[in-house]
């Protein structure tokens, strides 16, 4: 396919890809507005519900790495038919509010169906689309704008009918069984939009514009695993992964710190899809002049003085709108980073054909973040009240920051001459 150009199959592709790819996560990590709905629907200690997101992460993260042979490996069609379908499946088994043991086992089952069969293939689904219309960097942007739009459209409509249920474990039935629906609806979209494989392996294509690989499993991992830049991508990658995800996933909550309300809670975790795009949106314009890796390197920056301040400001209603304000930032800045941290991998001259593994590497260790910090965080508010429980984390969140930094300055020093190469080339077209 000529690149810089699309075809209308192409975009059907891009926008499942965005769109399904927050309907899919949506159920596992919408605590930020449901999460006082969740403890009390499930009828589980703050703990608990820590340890359900801890099974989902740790088999997450091996996930991500089988993910990674994976999506390298087998028709896109059926990887993506099958992540919809049982997650969608699962969300609505969740529904129902079973025991907590096979809610644990759930948890473990999509575990398996965002990870193995589906993340890793997005991505590089993504990558491709990239190819196709002759931007990478562009095309990582456009699908957080596209992932955010659609959270704003679909989860501030489904909170808005939320908050008029009496009963708040009936509301939260209402938006597990919505998004069950949605994602076996996507599920059977994609039998009819994504391809087999075959179509993308055209004779004559050059090995940087190869899409599957024919090296052994073994081989491509061990040869990536021993790329020094790879490795530092994973650590740039981490420490501001973690940072958004648990503002991310908390914030509703940290706002009771400030006197919310529930359903007020259930309103201010909107703001996560609302300002994420603004974020994406604004790296599409600025990476290609700068480059991902300098736009990591300053977000991570203005998030450590951000942590900083809500670390220090009173824990007050009176203080409400300057956390709310800080908040706003804070989500925009992380729609920018999650849009670029993983076509670092160009900047460290990763070719296409080693896209599944390399991002599912990146990804097997970033999100393991997901497994252990729900438990710790539980395990907080559990032992301290709300204010100290927070104060511990936000100082876990400033060690992280500092670790991106570190990160970004080694490879950006080592790889000097291949970024800006890089730059030249997309500012070239």
Same mark, same amino acid.
């Given at each position: 396919?000529?690149?810089?150009?699309?075809?209308?199959?192409?975009?059907?592709?891009?926008?499942?890809?965005?769109?399904?790819?927050?309907?899919?996560?949506?159920?596992?990590?919408?605590?930020?507005?449901?999460?006082?709905?969740?403890?009390?629907?499930?009828?589980?200690?703050?703990?608990?519900?820590?340890?359900?997101?801890?099974?989902?992460?740790?088999?997450?993260?091996?996930?991500?790495?089988?993910?990674?042979?994976?999506?390298?490996?087998?028709?896109?069609?059926?990887?993506?038919?099958?992540?919809?379908?049982?997650?969608?499946?699962?969300?609505?088994?969740?529904?129902?509010?079973?025991?907590?043991?096979?809610?644990?086992?759930?948890?473990?089952?999509?575990?398996?169906?965002?990870?193995?069969?589906?993340?890793?293939?997005?991505?590089?689904?993504?990558?491709?689309?990239?190819?196709?219309?002759?931007?990478?960097?562009?095309?990582?942007?456009?699908?957080?704008?596209?992932?955010?739009?659609?959270?704003?459209?679909?989860?501030?409509?489904?909170?808005?009918?939320?908050?008029?249920?009496?009963?708040?474990?009936?509301? /939260?039935?209402?938006?597990?069984?919505?998004?069950?629906? =949605? !994602? %076996? *609806? #996507? +599920?059977?979209?994609? &039998?009819?939009?994504?391809?087999?494989?075959?179509?993308?392996?055209?004779?004559?294509?050059?090995?940087?514009?190869?899409?599957?690989?024919?090296?052994?499993?073994?081989?491509?991992?061990?040869? /990536?695993?021993?790329?020094?830049?790879?490795?530092?991508? =994973? !650590? %740039? *990658? #981490? +420490?501001?992964?973690? &940072?958004?995800?648990?503002?991310?996933?908390?914030?509703?909550?940290?706002?009771?710190?400030?006197?919310?309300?529930?359903?007020?809670?259930?309103?201010?975790?909107?703001?996560?899809?609302?300002?994420?795009?603004?974020?994406?949106?604004?790296?599409?314009?600025?990476?290609?002049?700068? +480059?991902?890796?300098?736009?990591?390197?300053?977000?991570?920056?203005?998030?450590?003085?951000?942590?900083?301040?809500?670390?220090?400001?009173?824990?007050?209603?009176?203080?409400?709108?300057?956390?709310?304000?800080?908040?706003?930032?804070?989500?925009?800045?992380?729609?920018?980073?999650?849009?670029?941290?993983?076509?670092?991998?160009?900047?460290?001259?990763?070719?296409?054909?080693?896209?599944?593994?390399?991002?599912?590497?990146?990804?097997?260790?970033?999100?393991?973040?997901?497994?252990?910090?729900?438990?710790?965080?539980?395990?907080?508010?559990?032992?301290?009240?709300?204010?100290?429980?927070?104060?511990?984390?936000?100082?876990?969140?400033?060690?992280?920051?500092?670790?991106?930094?570190?990160?970004?300055?080694?490879?950006?020093?080592?790889?000097?001459?291949?970024?800006?190469?890089?730059?030249?080339?997309?500012?070239?077209?």
């Amino acid at each position: 396919m000529k690149k810089g150009r699309f075809t209308t199959k192409a975009l059907l592709q891009f926008l499942v890809c965005g769109l399904g790819s927050f309907a899919i996560f949506y159920v596992l990590f919408c605590r930020a507005s449901f999460y006082d709905a969740f403890v009390e629907a499930m009828g589980v200690t703050n703990t608990q519900f820590g340890i359900c997101y801890a099974v989902y992460g740790w088999i997450a993260v091996v996930g991500y790495l089988v993910g990674a042979f994976v999506a390298d490996r087998v028709a896109p069609r059926w990887l993506m038919f099958i992540s919809f379908t049982v997650t969608g499946i699962c969300n609505f088994i969740l529904g129902l509010w079973p025991s907590y043991g096979v809610t644990l086992a759930l948890y473990g089952i999509m575990g398996v169906s965002t990870t193995v069969t589906f993340w890793d293939c997005m991505l590089k689904c993504n990558r491709i689309f990239g190819r196709e219309i002759g931007d990478e960097n562009k095309a990582f942007s456009w699908l957080q704008v596209v992932r955010g739009i659609g959270e704003i459209a679909v989860s501030t409509l489904i909170i808005v009918i939320f908050s008029q249920f009496i009963n708040a474990v009936a509301g /939260l039935r209402f938006v597990v069984w919505t998004y069950a629906f =949605i !994602l %076996i *609806a #996507f +599920g059977i979209i994609s &039998i009819f939009v994504f391809d087999d494989g075959k179509e993308s392996e055209e004779s004559g294509k050059s090995e940087e514009d190869r899409v599957m690989s024919d090296e052994s499993v073994f081989r491509q991992t061990i040869r /990536l695993l021993k790329n020094p830049d790879l490795w530092l991508c =994973i !650590l %740039i *990658a #981490f +420490g501001g992964y973690n &940072i958004g995800s648990c503002f991310g996933s908390y914030f509703g909550d940290m706002a009771g710190c400030f006197g919310a309300t529930t359903t007020a809670m259930a309103f201010i975790g909107t703001l996560d899809a609302w300002m994420k795009p603004v974020g994406a949106l604004a790296g599409s314009f600025m990476t290609t002049k700068k +480059g991902p890796t300098f736009l990591l390197q300053g977000v991570t920056w203005i998030y450590m003085v951000i942590i900083a301040v809500i670390l220090l400001i009173p824990k007050t209603s009176a203080f409400m709108p300057v956390f709310l304000g800080l908040m706003c930032l804070e989500i925009a800045l992380t729609g920018l980073f999650r849009s670029q941290k993983y076509i670092q991998i160009r900047e460290a001259g990763i070719p296409l054909k080693d896209t599944g593994c390399a991002f599912g590497i990146i990804a097997t260790v970033i999100y393991s973040a997901d497994a252990f910090m729900p438990t710790f965080i539980g395990m907080w508010l559990d032992k301290y009240d709300e204010v100290t429980a927070y104060n511990h984390l936000y100082m876990w969140l400033l060690a992280s920051g500092a670790l991106t930094i570190v990160a970004v300055f080694i490879f950006r020093r080592r790889n000097k001459a291949r970024i800006a190469s890089v730059i030249a080339e997309d500012n070239a077209k």
